[in-house]
Structure formats: C-alpha cells, structure tokens
C-alpha cells in the first residue's frame, strides 16, 4: 500500500543579496547588538592579555613565566572563539576555525606548553591583543560621531526656533540696547529647519550601509586570524576524500562478503539439497513411484524457496525500473511491494534528472531501510520521504515503530553509513526506546564526494541491527 505526494521539482533559490537596502535594514538589530558592546569588550580583552602576557615575559627566567604564557595564548584563543560565535551571531558569513587537535594523549607539561608551538594560538593573541581593539576604537568613533550627528540633525530646528523668539539686551554708552533675534533671523529659521531635517534623514538613510559595513569590517579583518587557512581547508577537503574513498572501498567489500556468504548459506545449500533429491527420486522412480513423487515434490519447494531467496538478494542491485523511469517510479513501486504501508512522499517529479549513482544509492538506502524496519520495528505504518534542495539528496524513512535502533559492526545501518560516506555524504539515526525512528541519508548531487573513479557499493547488510535496524 502506498500513497504519494508529489509536486514538480523546482529550481535553486538565486543566493540572496546581504547588500540590498532591505537586507542591510533587516540587519540593523543585530549589526547593533554586536557593535555597541564591542568596543568595551575588546578594551577588557586586551587588558587581560596585555597584563597576563606583560607578566609571563618578566617571568620567563624562571618556569612559571613559561606556562603563564601558556595561559595567555590559550585565553587569547577562546576570545578569539568568542569573537567568532559573535560575528555569526551578528549574520556574518561564519567563520570557520581551525583544527585545534586533541592533545589529551600528552603528559600534562606538555599539554600545557603545545599552545607555545602551534602558531594558531599566537594569532588569536595579536588579534584579541593589537587589531581587535583598534577597530572596535574605530567603530566606536564612527558610531558616536555617527549618532552624535543624527541627535543634532534633530535637536537643531527646536534651537533655532527658540533662539529666534528670545531677543538679546546690549548695553551701549549707559543705555541698554534689546535687539529681537525673531527680526535678524526672519526666513533663516525655516531654512535650519529643513537643512536639519534633510540632513538627518540622510544620516537615518545610511546608518544601516554604515553598520553593514562596519561589521563585514570586523569579519573581514578577524577571518585571517581566527579562521583556517586556505591549505588547512584544502588539508580538511582531502582527507574528507580519502575518508570517502575508504568507506565506498569498504562498504564495496562488506557487499560483496555478504553476498557472498548470503548465496553460500542459502541458495547454495538449497540447490545442493534439490541435486540430492532428484537423484534419490531418480533411483526410486522405477521401485518406490509413491516416494519418488514425494522427493520430486520436495524437491520443487526447495526451488521454490531457493528462487524467493535469490529475488531478495538481488534486492541490493539496480532494478530494470530504476534505469528505464527514474528513481521516483522505482521508488513507488518499491513502497507498493512493501509488506507494511508506505507513504510516499516526493518532491522529485516523475521525470527528476538525477545522477546515476545517487539515484541507484538513494534506491538501495530506502530499500535497506524499509525492508529493516519491516523485519525489526514491529511499525504499522512507513513513511518515505525524498527531497532535492541545496545540492543535495535527502532520503528520510520514519516509522511507528518500537525503536532502539542501533548500529553495530558488520550489519545494516554500518552499511548504509558506508555508502553514504563514499558519496561524500551523511547518515542520521534518530531511534529512542518506543520510538519512532527517523532515518535520514542525505547525497550531495554534484561532485559526488570525490568518490568518481570508484564503484558504488552493490548492497548493504540487511541483517537485524537491534529492535528497529
């Protein structure tokens, strides 16, 4: 049983202008709440730096200066950190830091002097130490003249007008003079009064380019030296490619074990028991026909059973309807064959153009996953969902199951994880103890995760992964 819900797949979002005026308007609460506590925020920063960092240097004849500049560079590193989370915050592009390591397997001096050698540590102390504070200074001074500027586009025309109706006493030879300013400022009051206003909506009009500008000022200037660099990010990318090259290598071989070892404990051992069979039934045909007819008949139910058992192994291979329509019409039918309903939910479309290898992926994924779910879960009910959006492949299978879900060494969702790795993509379990399971594969669809030049694996362990595998 099956039901679909499918709309026409529809294009990439065009990437949204952060410089539009609208944009940069949207952003003016959060440019704001990063910008004003900025400025005290660097000063407090540097002066604990300036101060630990003074202090380890006139210390350094003896250890303690040693590991006192140790601390230094560490607590330059989580300003930096922080630094970071508030320029995300604050909707800049994030920026990605850099591989720090793990140096628990160190003896605990060491531990607490690998900061000394890892350059890293010294960039985040020139940042928190030296530049953050002399652009927080800048900010702070484009701000305060800013907005010091805006309150007296504003407050001019109430001067004006209360200067213009007061007048001024002027003592001349013994006599006192009143000369009304109301008189001497005839027509000039309008014309404070507009220059004043125009001037203010001018600054009101350009605050938030001002506050857009400033913070990409910030980011800008902190992602050199709190972010990775560009070699660390080309380090991350090949040794995500390597990482994705072995799991399709492994998940090739898990593959063919298990089918191998499929074939020999099932097919196999049943074709040898049909050989036997019919040739007992053959010695017997001519003395015994009543048991020869039992051993014949005998024997065709372990052909049948043998052919059921060949057309669920060769569920791990591409069906005919997969390469002839598509991966939406395999899918459908997958979930119309299913033992239990299958809710099909697709935003694919029935003619969706989609790489060979993620479309066979995608299939052999929902296939493992509903055929565990219908041997474990102990569910009612199915449902499969596939969605493209943002270069990616999403492949989710949610059941009413029992739960509990786990992945262990050499079974199904090991599997699955493996080849969704050597496609360069990702496999989420959400499984708690009386469920439901949520399964989630998502497949990048364009540059395969650097897995070209390698065969996808063929099938993933069905066996039982725990309650829901």
Do not use: C
């Given at each position: 049983?099956?039901?679909?819900?499918?709309?026409?797949?529809?294009?990439?979002?065009?990437?949204?202008?952060t410089?539009?005026y609208?944009a940069?308007?949207?952003?003016?609460?959060?440019a704001?709440?990063?910008?004003?506590?900025?400025f005290?925020i660097?000063?407090?920063?540097?002066?604990a730096?300036?101060?630990?960092?003074?202090?380890a240097?006139?210390?350094?004849?003896v250890v303690?200066?040693?590991?006192?500049?140790?601390?230094?560079?560490?607590?330059a590193r989580?300003?930096?950190?922080?630094?970071?989370?508030?320029?995300?915050?604050?909707?800049?592009?994030?920026?990605?830091?850099?591989?720090?390591?793990?140096n628990?397997h160190?003896?605990?001096?060491?531990?607490?002097?690998?900061?000394?050698?890892?350059?890293?540590?010294?960039?985040?102390?020139?940042?928190?130490?030296?530049?953050?504070?002399?652009?927080?200074t800048?900010?702070?001074?484009?701000?305060?003249v800013?907005?010091?500027?805006?309150?007296?586009?504003?407050?001019?025309?109430?001067?004006?007008?209360r200067?213009?109706?007061?007048?001024v006493n002027?003592?001349?030879?013994d006599?006192?003079?009143s000369?009304?300013?109301?008189?001497?400022?005839?027509?000039?009051?309008?014309?404070?009064?507009?220059?004043?206003?125009?001037?203010?909506?001018?600054?009101?009009?350009?605050?938030?380019?001002?506050?857009?500008?400033?913070?990409?000022?910030?980011?800008?200037?902190?992602?050199?030296?709190?972010?990775?660099?560009s070699?660390?990010?080309?380090?991350?990318?090949?040794?995500?490619l390597?990482?994705?090259?072995?799991a399709?290598v492994?998940?090739?071989?898990s593959?063919l074990?298990?089918?191998e070892?499929?074939?020999?404990?099932?097919?196999q051992?049943r074709?040898?028991?049909?050989?036997m069979?019919l040739?007992?039934?053959?010695?017997?045909?001519a003395?015994?026909?009543?048991?020869?007819?039992?051993?014949?008949?005998?024997?065709?139910?372990?052909?049948?059973?043998?052919?059921?058992?060949?057309?669920?192994?060769?569920?791990?291979?591409?069906?005919?309807?997969l390469l002839?329509?598509?991966l939406?019409?395999?899918?459908?039918?997958?979930?119309?064959?299913?033992?239990i309903?299958?809710?099909?939910?697709?935003?694919?479309?029935?003619?969706?153009?989609?790489?060979?290898?993620?479309?066979?992926?995608?299939?052999?994924?929902?296939?493992?996953?509903?055929?565990?779910?219908?041997?474990?879960?102990?569910?009612?009910?199915?449902?499969?969902?596939v969605?493209?959006?943002?270069?990616?492949?999403?492949?989710?299978?949610?059941?009413d199951?029992?739960?509990?879900?786990?992945?262990?060494?050499?079974?199904?969702?090991?599997?699955?994880?493996d080849?969704?790795?050597?496609?360069?993509?990702?496999?989420?379990?959400?499984s708690?103890?009386?469920?439901?399971?949520?399964v989630?594969?998502?497949?990048?669809?364009?540059?395969?995760?650097g897995?070209?030049?390698?065969?996808?694996?063929?099938?993933?362990?069905?066996?039982?992964?725990?309650?829901?595998?």
């Open positions: 049983m099956t039901t679909a819900a499918t709309t026409p797949a529809t294009a990439a979002p065009a990437v949204p202008n410089w539009s609208g940069v308007w949207r952003r003016v609460p959060r704001l709440g990063y910008l004003i506590p900025t005290l660097a000063i407090v920063v540097a002066s730096l300036y101060s630990l960092f003074s202090a240097a006139s210390l350094l004849v303690i200066g040693v590991f006192l500049l140790a601390l230094t560079l560490l607590l989580y300003a930096g950190s922080f630094e970071v989370l508030r320029l995300r915050a604050s909707g800049e592009s994030p920026i990605t830091e850099p591989e720090w390591g793990s628990a160190l003896v605990w001096w060491k531990r607490w002097l690998s900061p000394l050698a890892n350059g890293r540590y010294w960039l985040s102390l020139v940042h928190g130490a030296i530049i953050a504070p002399i652009i927080a800048i900010s702070f001074v484009v701000l305060t800013g907005f010091a500027l805006i309150a007296a586009s504003l407050a001019l025309p109430f001067s004006a007008s200067l213009a109706s007061e007048s002027f003592e001349v030879r006599r006192f003079v000369v009304d300013l109301g008189e001497r400022l005839q027509g000039l009051e309008v014309t404070i009064s507009v220059a004043a206003v125009v001037l203010a909506v001018l600054a009101i009009v350009v605050l938030p380019y001002v506050l857009r500008g400033l913070t990409w000022l910030h980011a800008a200037i902190a992602r050199p030296f709190l972010g990775r660099f070699n660390e990010q080309l380090e991350q990318q090949v040794s995500s390597f990482t994705s090259r072995q399709a492994a998940a090739e071989g593959a074990s298990r089918i070892r499929d074939i020999h404990d099932g097919p051992q074709l040898i028991r049909l050989q069979d040739a007992a039934a053959e010695r017997r045909i003395d015994n026909p009543e048991e020869a007819s039992a051993l014949v008949a005998d024997a065709r139910r372990q052909a049948q059973d043998a052919l059921d058992e060949l057309r669920n192994l060769s569920r791990g291979f591409a069906p005919p309807l002839d329509r598509g939406f019409a395999a899918l459908e039918s997958l979930a119309s064959r299913s033992s309903p299958v809710a099909l939910e697709s935003e694919l479309g029935a003619t969706a153009n989609l790489p060979d290898e993620v479309a066979r992926n995608a299939y052999f994924v929902a296939s493992e996953l509903i055929a565990n779910a219908a041997k474990h879960s102990e569910a009612t009910r199915i449902t499969l969902s969605v493209a959006a943002d270069g990616a492949l999403t492949i989710t299978v949610t059941d199951g029992i739960g509990g879900a786990v992945e262990r060494t050499g079974h199904g969702l090991i599997g699955l994880r080849r969704a790795h050597g496609l360069g993509g990702e496999l989420t379990i959400e708690p103890e009386g469920g439901p399971t949520v989630r594969a998502t497949l990048p669809l364009a540059g395969v995760g897995a070209s030049g390698t065969t996808p694996a063929t099938d993933s362990d069905a066996a039982p992964t725990g309650p829901s595998a």
